[in-house]
């Protein structure tokens, strides 16, 4: 695999960062993930707009060129050819040269990092049969509408969705779920689509936004607030969204089918809005 590091493509296995990296030391980072369909890059705009605004909440000094960041999408895309899959893009505060809690000078260079996954997303099979999620207590911080690369209480989650038979957990705070643990959590209940607001409680999904567009375009009725976990349990249907999985159907909350226990039909409308749509701006 090509890989790119600090403006030079590069087989992966010479791709090297210091381990003074403040990405590395301190998950001093912020990422982005843009799905591949076509070879083509999906809502790319989304995904670099919140690039600049996670780096400017951290006081990382970058000015995001939407124009060479996407020549570097392509390419990668291109040398690896890569026809559906993703691109991770990975941005550090860079190198100080030394471990300390202090910032480095603002003049430090970032750490800039890209590189391509080829996956199945179409074809998932998970769309026929749905998701399993459990709730789990939400143990993150507090700013998780920074896109930043702490995950390891979002890898504890899914490892004890592993451990339980299931495909995913949902996090939940004060008894409301937040999200899942790499995508944004919905509900429907008698016809109303129901999802978190947005606020420093959840990541402000790129996918998230164009969905509750596309569901109020085609007359949905949608309701942006906190659900609780009864709720949840309680729903007719439910789904999540994220740049990797679109919109995905959820059949089981903490054991307990809804609806008929079949994905529902309003997820399966959404998705096909949602891919329609964003295949047609696609880049
Ligand atoms: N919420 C969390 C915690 C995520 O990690 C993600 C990203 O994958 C999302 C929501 C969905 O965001 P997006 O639609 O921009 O991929």
Redesign the pocket.
């Known amino acids: 695999r090509i890989v790119y590091l600090n403006g030079d493509y590069l087989p992966e296995d010479e791709a090297k960062v210091s381990v003074f990296d403040r990405g590395f030391l301190f998950a001093d980072a912020v990422y982005e ?1 843009t799905s591949v369909l076509d070879g083509k890059l999906i ?1 790319f705009d ?2 670099v707009q ?1 690039l600049q605004r996670s780096c400017d909440e951290l006081g990382i000094k970058y000015t995001v060129d939407a124009d060479a960041l996407l020549e570097i999408h392509r390419e990668l895309v291109a040398r690896n050819e890569v026809t559906e899959g993703m691109v991770y893009l990975q941005l550090t505060r860079g190198n100080p040269g030394d471990r300390d809690f202090v910032y480095p000078p603002e003049d430090t260079p970032v750490t800039l990092v890209l590189f391509t996954q080829h996956a199945n997303l179409l074809n998932n099979p998970k769309i026929e049969t749905g998701m399993k999620v459990i709730t789990v207590e939400d143990q993150r911080w507090a700013r ?1 509408d920074i ?1 930043t690369t702490q ?1 390891l209480f ?1 890898s504890m989650a899914k490892m004890m969705a592993k451990a339980e038979g299931v495909d995913d957990a949902w996090m939940f705070e004060e008894s409301a779920i937040t ?6 959590a919905y509900i429907v209940k008698n016809g109303k689509i129901i999802t978190r607001h947005l606020g420093n409680e ?7 936004a164009a969905v509750l567009k596309f569901a109020k375009m085609a007359q949905m009725e949608v309701e942006e607030r906190a659900f609780t976990v009864e709720e949840a349990r309680d729903a007719d249907e439910a789904f999540i ?4 999985t679109f919109v995905m159907p959820v059949v089981e909350v903490d054991g307990k089918p809804l609806g008929d226990g079949k994905p529902g039909s309003v997820a399966a409308r959404l998705r096909e809005i949602y891919l329609d749509e964003s295949l047609k701006q696609a880049v």
């Not at 959840?202 to 998230?208: A, E, K, S």
């Not at 969204?241 to 990797?244: E, F, G, L």
């Open positions: 993930v809502a989304g995904h919140r998780r896109k995950l979002p999200e899942g643990s790499s995508n944004n959840i990541l402000h999904g790129i996918t998230r969204t994220s740049a990797s």
